[in-house]
């Protein structure tokens, strides 16, 4: 069963917002970084390339945190505490061309950073809220 | 010694930003919430109210991260490792009217709520930076 997500903070979620996404070193100090998201109604999607702390936390430690907050006022926020239920390769390459799209306009993430494009491996994020508070 | 800030990201520090602050649950499930803050030079000060999870979080579990964010580029931001070296209710009630003024302009934190402004223990945090990362 999927957590609920308060009607009125649904926006949230859904708009192309720059969230925070907090996940957990080594020794458990908090990494903090702002990144792109999709939430699919029950989960919050990342994606990320094979290598970054963000990824070996994430796969170590799955406990993680994101935070919405409204561009329009900083004040309005949802945060949603979870855990990382699927890592996957598989689409994360269509999946960051998509959030580009939805993003910035432009479908093609890597543009002419050829290198980058042959090398980088990118990766889907699955995260399962499992608790959320809305504050406005 | 205190960790050098980048000249460039000085702002960051500088300015009224609302910042998220991460704590850890006592699972090491991260907590994220925006914040008011102020910087000294050497230590990032928040300002909080005895028994919230933040209190708890950051009195139990010292290792602390403050994002801040452009609030006119949500890709430029400072993100700030840190470990909560002082805790101190001394000169937090006037701590958290300053910070009110700095960020609303208005002096009284409390205003007519007059029943928390007699019951609520306020504390400040001293935060200081273990890493900084500067990215724009």
């Given at each position: 069963m999927s957590i609920q997500v308060p009607e009125a903070a649904k926006d949230l979620l859904e708009r192309p917002i720059v969230v925070t996404l907090v996940t957990l070193m080594p020794d458990y100090q908090p990494q903090a970084n702002p990144v792109w998201f999709e939430w699919d109604g029950e989960y919050i999607w990342i994606n990320t390339a094979r290598g970054r702390a963000k990824d070996k936390n994430m796969t170590a430690r799955p406990k993680v945190t994101v935070l919405s907050t409204d561009p329009d006022d900083p004040y309005r926020y949802l945060e949603v505490r979870g855990v990382v239920a699927e890592v996957t390769e598989k689409g994360a390459f269509d999946h960051i061309n998509h959030l580009s799209e939805r993003y910035t306009?432009?479908?093609?993430?890597?543009?002419?950073?050829h290198k980058r494009r042959a090398t980088e491996v990118r990766v889907i994020y699955k995260i399962r809220p499992t608790k959320i508070s809305y504050h406005d």
């Open positions: 306009g432009n479908p093609d993430f890597f543009g002419s950073d």
